[in-house]
């Protein structure tokens, strides 16, 4: 039982410093939103909605992530679990003295950001097949860019088919943003990082050094765990060894 607290205890404090790390830097009014994948989650992955940064506690995420393995029947296993994090700096703007109240007005003021407007799952595809045609300068862009004639919907299947993508019903994960950068990266012209930063995307060497230092953190707890597990054996050990009886020779006098 002591075992299983401090285990948990253990969880709790990495999953609070990854929430410290992943929010520092930025202002309270900023969007935060967290995603929850593992090979355990049978329903897919689970995610928290967008919310400033200043309402971000770890209780509530702590919360999240415990429902989400109690809908699928497991325990906490951080051999497979995985947290995500995504940040949304909200500009107050400069000048003009404009403030955005909110997140969907920021996108639909600025002519930096191309909303994807979809009533279907394909709003990653469709996010890169836009990005990429802004980066290949194509002469189609406007139509892409507003989905004149489906446009925009059939070159977001036709690149899940070259990738080789199929998209769940809850929308695209990290899993399937690596098939879409392999098959981007296979192209001759260069401009698969282009637009993986244009959608706001980590690269899959970010992806891949995250997960390397997640399994670096999971072998350091389990040699401290079996580190402290030798200690209480050999404490056990001194405690029930009774001390040495020292013998004395006496020398008789006749």
Not at 167 to 182: K, T, V
Not at 217 to 238: G, L, Q, T, V, Y
């Amino acid at each position: 039982m002591i075992k299983q607290r401090y285990k948990k205890r253990i969880r709790q404090e990495a999953i609070e410093g990854i929430i410290v790390k992943g929010t520092q830097n930025i202002q309270p009014h900023d969007q935060v939103g967290f995603t929850f994948c593992s090979n355990d989650f049978a329903r897919g992955q689970g995610w928290m909605r967008f919310r400033p940064a200043s309402e971000v506690t770890f209780d509530d995420v702590w919360n999240k992530i415990s429902s989400i393995y109690q809908s699928n029947s497991t325990g906490l296993n951080t051999e497979t679990f995985c947290l995500g994090i995504t940040t949304v700096k909200m500009p107050a703007g400069k000048g003009r003295g404009y403030i955005y109240n909110s997140f969907n007005e920021e996108c639909s003021k600025r002519r930096g950001i191309v909303v994807i407007k979809n009533t279907d799952n394909l709003c990653l595809p469709r996010a890169l097949v836009v990005a990429k045609a802004y980066v290949d300068k194509d002469l189609e862009l406007t139509k892409i860019r507003k989905d004149t004639g489906k446009i925009q919907r059939e070159k977001a299947l036709q690149l899940m088919k070259n990738a080789g993508v199929v998209i769940p019903d809850e929308g695209a994960g990290i899993s399937e943003l690596q098939q879409f950068q392999l098959c981007l990266t296979g192209l001759e012209s260069d401009i698969d990082l282009d637009i993986l930063e244009l959608i706001g995307c980590p690269s899959l060497y970010e992806l891949d050094s995250d997960s390397d230092s997640s399994k670096e953190e999971e072998e350091e707890e389990e040699e401290r765990e079996e580190e402290e597990d030798k200690e209480a054996e050999e404490e056990a050990s001194i405690s029930l060894t009774p001390p040495p009886v020292k013998k004395t020779k006496k020398k008789i006098e006749k």
